[in-house]
C-alpha cells in the first residue's frame, strides 16, 4: 500500500545532518523536485516549529513533518529520510529522530489512507526493522 506514495525516488538515507531544518529541506526535497509541494510548504513547517515546538514528533525516534494544505501542498505525496545518526528536533524524550516521513495533502481528506497505512506499518515491528 506504501508503495503508492514511497519508493526509491522519495527514499533518502544519510548518515547524519547538523539540524533539524536540514533534514526537513533533505526530506521534502522529493517532494518538491516531483512538484508535490512547493517551496514554502517547507519554510511553514519550520515557522510552525519555532512558534509551537516539534509538533510532528510523534514517538521516539519518528517525526511526520507536514503543513496545512494551502501552505504550498500541490498534491498527495510522501518521503522518506532514514539517519545513521538521529538529530535532535528538540522533542526531549522522543529525540534523537532518525526517521522522517514528510506528509503532503492538498485537502484535509486525501491523506486518510495514506495516513492509515502508516499507522499499519508503524504498528509492525518487524517492517520497523
Known amino acids: 500500500m506504501l508503495g503508492t506514495w514511497l519508493s526509491d525516488a522519495t527514499i533518502t538515507l544519510r548518515e547524519s545532518v547538523e539540524t533539524w531544518p536540514q533534514a526537513l529541506e533533505i526530506c521534502g526535497k522529493p517532494l518538491l523536485d516531483a512538484g508535490v509541494i512547493a517551496p514554502e ?9 519555532q512558534k509551537l515546538g516539534p509538533y510532528y514528533v510523534l514517538a521516539p525516534g519518528l517525526a511526520m513533518p507536514h503543513a496545512r494544505p494551502e501552505e504550498g501542498a500541490k498534491g498527495l505525496g510522501l518521503s522518506l529520510l532514514k539517519l545513521q545518526r538521529g538529530v535532535s528536533f528538540g522533542a526531549d524524550e522522543f529525540d534523537p529522530v532518525d526517521i522522517i516521513i514528510m506528509l503532503a495533502a492538498p485537502d484535509k481528506h486525501s491523506h486518510i489512507e495514506m495516513i492509515s497505512a502508516l499507522a499499519e506499518l508503524f504498528s509492525s515491528d518487524a517492517d520497523m526493522e
Open 41 to 49: 510548504y517547507i519554510t511553514a513547517i519550520v515557522q510552525q516549529h
